[in-house]
């Protein structure tokens, strides 16, 4: 077996077992989904269409509680606000026609982000990212299914089981290497200190926009600091 094959089979994995841990969630999406009143078609349109894990949970929360469909929108659109962010991030390693990039956008998640980015060469990110989309795409969608005609009225079977802590695991897991460096230590650090100190006084999705933020604002010092 060759080196590139053998990269590409450990990517594989990676994306594969990182796609098994957000099966519950998709489950449970689709038990809320119950709980809101939409429909198997329409829980499965949201699913495919939409395709954006937590952003999804907080438009269909907000919905389940009785909230507007304005405020469901808003939401969502708060959370899912950081793909901003992994676009810039995988950018380089998705060019190609309009078409191509309009395709592979409806993959960008933090999961396909995770796997793609920690890839060393553009193809291997490019074939990390696709492969850890479609991956998380077909079982999310698939779980969805599962939780809105079999497991209804389960919507707080992940909070009680303490599975909402697989995805966050296995993101950081995916990102660990990228903390080898100094530089890196340190953005990483800022981008969490801040959305901390935000979590308790801001609604939900500010605190990843404002890390966010701050990291980007980092990154030419971090660059200059590299060169000096």
């Known amino acids: 077996m060759s080196e590139l094959e053998t990269l590409r089979r450990k990517i594989r994995m990676q994306a594969i077992s990182i796609s098994l841990a957000i099966t519950p969630f998709g489950v449970a999406f689709g038990a809320l989904c119950t709980e809101a009143g939409l429909g198997t078609w ?27 469909i304005m405020a469901a929108v808003i939401a969502g659109l708060l959370l899912n606000l950081r793909s901003l962010a992994f676009g810039v991030a995988m950018a380089p390693s998705l060019q190609g026609s309009l078409l191509w990039r309009a395709i592979t956008s409806q993959l960008m998640i933090d999961e396909a982000t995770a796997v793609g980015s920690s890839q060393e060469s553009h193809s ?19 779980m969805t299914w599962v939780g809105v005609t079999l497991l209804s009225g389960t919507g707080t079977l992940i909070e009680d089981l303490g599975i909402d802590a697989t995805i966050p695991a296995a993101f950081l897991g995916l990102a660990w ?10 953005i990483a650090g800022v981008g969490a200190v801040v959305a901390f100190l935000l979590v308790p006084f801001v609604p939900p999705g500010i605190p990843v926009i404002a890390a966010a933020a701050a990291v980007l604002l980092l990154r030419p010092w971090g660059k200059r600091g590299s060169h000096e």
Not at 124 to 138: H, K, M, N, P
């Open 177 to 186: 290497p990228k903390l080898s460096s100094k530089e890196h230590q340190v």
């Open 124 to 142: 291997l990110r490019r074939y990390g990212y696709i492969w850890a989309g479609l991956s998380v795409f077909v079982l999310w969608n698939l």
């Open 42 to 68: 329409e829980a499965l349109g949201f699913s495919s269409l939409v395709f954006a894990g937590s952003s999804q949970f907080a438009a269909i929360t907000v919905l389940a509680e009785g909230g507007t």
